[in-house]
């Protein structure tokens, strides 16, 4: 039987791609007797940062509008 095929997209600094990919490893251990094959693609959430960077408090303010509304805490 040919593996099943994952094309997984991810950002190596995304907290949520790091998160699914355990999720997908734990949910591929249940089924050992699947061959799967994971094909990694790249994904940039933020592809418009400079390669020098930006600073922090500045782009989170940025994303989420404001440090306020920033989810979790307002620290950064």
Not at 22 to 34: D, H, M, S, T, Y
Not at 55 to 69: D, K, T
Request: glycine share 6%; proline share 9%.
């Amino acid at each position: 039987m040919n593996p099943v095929q994952i094309d997984l997209l991810s950002d190596l600094v995304c907290p949520w791609c790091y998160i699914g990919r355990r999720r997908l490893e734990k949910a591929l251990a249940q089924i050992p007797e699947v061959e799967t094959q994971i094909r990694w693609q790249p994904f940039e959430l933020f592809p418009q940062i400079p390669v020098s960077g930006v600073e922090r408090h500045a782009h989170m303010a940025r994303v989420f509008g404001s440090v306020g509304r920033r989810p979790g805490s307002t620290s950064f």
